[in-house]
């Protein structure tokens, strides 16, 4: 199995480093706007014409609401997005992680917290248990979402923030 990440910038190395230490993936290469290197194959926009190499795409793009837009035309285009949970990261079994969600490394997510799709749970942030955290959200390093709170889609939690109602 192959992955492409869309963005090789600070977030997308984030990602390849995540799936680098899962190693889940064969092979793992990028597409960027701006960015060049060895590892950069072509334009984000030409993600399709990649299909036959590579099957899972990741959109690593730091902004919610592009990271969400850029999610819609990776599944319309009949791609999927994995979800990539770091293995130092706690999850718990009655968690339930949206499609797209990436959990880094040292984050909890507790008893019966759900993620929506797309969503970022930062180096060290904790989801307690009970909360619901919307898709394309950005849970900072850090950041604590207490038992059964709410997070809306496409919000960002600051590094360090509590999250208390």
């Not at 307690?128 to 496409?154: F, S, Y």
């Amino acid at each position: 199995m192959n992955l492409l990440i869309l963005g090789a910038g600070g977030y997308g190395q984030t990602i390849y480093e995540l799936v680098q230490a899962c190693g889940t993936y064969e092979k793992v290469a990028f597409l960027d706007d701006k960015v060049n290197g060895a590892q950069v194959l072509g334009r984000c926009a030409e993600f399709e014409r990649f299909k036959d190499e590579y099957q899972h795409i990741y959109p690593a793009f730091g902004n919610n609401e592009i990271r969400m837009r850029w999610a819609q035309q990776i599944v319309a285009a009949g791609y999927t997005i994995p979800t990539l949970v770091h293995p130092t990261a706690y999850v718990s079994p009655t968690a339930r992680l949206g499609q797209g969600t990436a959990v880094l490394p040292k984050a909890i997510i507790n008893t019966h917290a759900v993620t929506g799709a797309n969503s970022l749970i930062n180096c060290g942030a904790i989801l307690d248990h009970d909360c619901i955290v919307g898709e394309g959200t950005h849970i900072g390093l850090g950041a604590i979402v207490k038992a059964n709170c709410r997070v809306q889609p496409l919000v960002k939690i600051e590094a360090a923030v509590v999250v208390q109602e």
